[in-house]
């Protein structure tokens, strides 16, 4: 189930399309099978390498009502400034990640979001746009 704003409409299509590239290659050397932190440490090794402006563990606030609430979240990695990226190591993505990530789209003001699944075989990849 992905978000799209418009049929054929890609928003941030370069980017996400980089972000996936990295990602496979990350995937095709390690695997599946790994924790997550292990993927996420490849991926800033490969943003690195490829000279990608990424932030891992961004915080974000969360309000109700114009209160700031004392839990906040981290994205997992904002990538380019636009997108939210979310890693998982896992039988599937679920419906609570893409909750999870449409959450994570409205606090951080970003339109687009991946989930990226190192848990299979092939990689796999949601694509959320709020």
Partial sequence: MDYQIKQGSLPYK???????????????????????????????????????????????????????LP???????????????EIKSKSGIANEDLAQAINYLKCSECSVGLILNFGKPTLEIRRVVF
Avoid at 37 to 55: N, T
Avoid at 71 to 85: E, G, P, Q, R, W
């Fill in 14 to 68: 370069n980017e996400t399309d980089l972000i996936i590239n990295a990602a496979i290659e990350v995937h095709k050397d390690l695997g599946c099978g790994f924790l997550e932190i292990v993927y996420k440490d490849a991926l800033c090794i490969e943003f690195e390498s490829r000279g990608y402006f990424y932030e891992r563990e961004k915080h974000y606030p969360v309000y109700y009502k114009d209160v700031l």
């Fill in 71 to 85: 839990h906040s979240f981290y994205a997992d990695f904002i990538v380019f400034d636009t997108v939210v990226l």
